[in-house]
């Protein structure tokens, strides 16, 4: 079992930068995939960013790529979403997932466990 409790969300202006954290609890989290979501009111969830164990792998949403930076420090159970250059686009709420396998990276419904999620949201 992993509990997943995300932060760092919050209302700031387009071009703004913020970063996202989100906390794990077990001790099997270096073994899981770790991927970012977000979703607006009216929308289907989308993948954003993901990362292997060890972080060996990353694979980025075409309308982040360039912009996000998806990290892990398992020393710490910590995965972090860094969001520069943010776009009134960008706003939604935020979740962080587990996955078992790099296999299901992009399907939503093979996440096994999930936060509460954390508004971010981007207006001048």
């Known amino acids: 079992q992993v509990q997943l409790v995300e932060s760092g969300g919050g209302l700031v202006q387009p071009g703004d930068s913020l970063r996202l954290s989100c906390a794990a609890s077990?001790?099997?989290?270096?073994?899981?995939?770790m991927g970012w979501f977000r979703q607006d009111p009216g929308k289907e969830r989308e993948v954003v960013a993901a990362?292997?164990?060890?972080?060996?792998?990353?694979y980025y949403a075409d309308s982040v790529k360039g912009r996000f930076t998806i990290s892990r420090d398992d020393a710490k159970n910590t995965v972090y979403l860094q969001m520069n250059s943010l776009k009134p686009d960008d706003t939604a709420v935020y979740y962080c997932?587990?996955?078992?396998?790099?296999?299901?990276?992009?399907?939503?419904?093979?996440?096994?466990?999930w936060g509460q999620g954390t508004q971010v949201t981007v207006s001048s």
């Open positions: 997932a587990a996955a078992s396998s790099w296999a299901v990276v992009t399907f939503t419904n093979e996440y096994d466990f």
């Open positions: 077990g001790r099997t989290f270096s073994s899981y995939v």
């Open positions: 990362i292997s164990w060890r972080g060996r792998l990353q």
